[in-house]
């Protein structure tokens, strides 16, 4: 009986393909890639504008703080807020009394001086009668002609007085110094106020103004946009034209914004005072700026970018942009063509030429 005999070589040999087959049959085989839904937009050829909005208040042109010239007790307040007055119209009265008497002791004063000066005026007759007969001498009559000259200027001092003090009973009536209507009540009956001090506010009929704030980076928005339009806050579809007529120089130290007034091209009638309104400028944009969702913007080695759709292969491209301006919630951007599909949402979960599927499509404007 014999015994069958496998060599060595051949052995190893058996072994070493047994394990590469065994090898073979445990490796997994990869899926395929499934395109990922997208959403497009088309970059349109049409040119885009910004629109800068800035409430704001309706003002006149004129307003006018009105005081008493003279200091006293108000006794009467003869307008409200909103009144129109006419000019000349009272509006408020002082308690006259002290004044009174003070014109009082000046006409008593003048009587006086009055007296006086007739008195110096007969003596100095006399003194030229006597030193014709040469019973006085030059000196004497010299005296006689200062004493008349000193009393005529005491005379007309106090007249000068009593004219001040009928001026200040006359002050003691406030009084409109132009047609208008009163935008603020500052004082009431039975206040004590100096020379001075505001009573009430007028604002003068005439032109209507719009007045707004401008924030620190948009002052020069402000001075290469004279012209814009304004919209009252109730009739939002009327706007008026308006033109710049005052730029602040200086920020205000609390809000650190700059106050601008335009000018509003309508009738007077047209506006209310103190009616909010919206101050609307038109920003016309760089003709070859397009205006992007920041959702479609990418950050690669320091560079902005979006995906670009291709229509041939179905896949996206990583294309370089430069960022120019922002719009409200949109930024405005070059680098794009009219006619190219960019993704605009789920833009971090792409790769560079991943397979896509459009979804939807919106047109993006320049």
């Known amino acids: 009986m014999s015994k069958s005999f496998v060599p060595m070589p051949m052995l190893m040999t058996l072994l070493i393909a047994l394990s590469l087959g065994l090898t073979a049959c445990d490796k997994p085989t990869m899926a395929p890639e499934k395109p990922r839904f997208v959403k497009l937009m088309t970059i349109s050829p049409s040119n885009s504008t910004q629109q800068l909005e800035l409430a704001g208040e309706i003002r006149a042109r004129i307003e006018s703080p009105l005081g008493f010239r003279v200091s006293g007790k108000v006794v009467r307040r003869l307008v409200e807020t ?5 000019k000349g119209q ?4 002082l308690d006259p009394r002290d004044y009174q008497l003070a014109k009082s002791s000046s006409n008593s004063q003048l009587t006086a001086a009055k007296a006086d000066l007739a008195l110096a005026e007969a003596e100095y007759r006399r003194f030229q009668e006597l030193k ?23 005379s007309q001092s106090l007249a000068s007085n009593v004219a001040l003090d009928a001026n200040r009973i006359d ?32 604002a003068q009929q005439g032109v209507r103004e719009i007045v707004v704030e401008f924030p620190e980076d948009r002052r020069p928005v402000a001075l290469s946009q004279p012209r814009a339009e304004v919209s ?26 700059f106050r601008a007034r335009y000018t509003i091209d309508a009738p007077a009638n047209a506006f209310a005072l103190g009616q909010s309104a919206t101050l609307h400028l038109t920003l016309k944009a760089a003709a070859s700026a397009i205006k992007l969702p920041t959702s479609a913007l990418i950050g690669q080695n320091q560079q902005t970018k979006v995906w670009r759709f291709d229509p041939q292969s179905q896949s996206i491209k990583a294309n370089p942009i430069v960022v120019v301006g922002i719009d409200g919630n949109d930024v405005l951007v070059t680098g794009l063509e009219p006619g ?3 993704v605009v949402a789920g833009v971090h979960v792409l790769h560079d030429g991943q397979q896509v599927r459009p979804m939807a499509t919106t047109v993006a404007t320049k």
């Open 132 to 154: 014709s007969n040469q019973f006085v001498s030059e000196l004497d009559l010299d005296r006689k002609r200062v004493a008349v000259s000193a009393a005529a200027a005491r």
């Open 90 to 93: 009272a509006i408020a009265e």
């Open 171 to 202: 002050d003691t009536m406030l009084r409109a110094d132009s047609d208008g209507i009163i935008s603020q009540v500052l004082a009431d009956a039975g206040m004590v106020v100096s020379a001075g001090q505001p009573i009430v506010t007028i």
């Open 232 to 257: 009252l806050w109730a009739q939002p579809q009327a706007k008026y034209p308006a033109q710049l007529r005052e730029l602040s120089a200086v920020a205000d130290p609390v809000t650190r914004t």
């Open 340 to 342: 190219q599909q960019v």
């Open 82 to 86: 909103g009144q129109s007055v006419k």
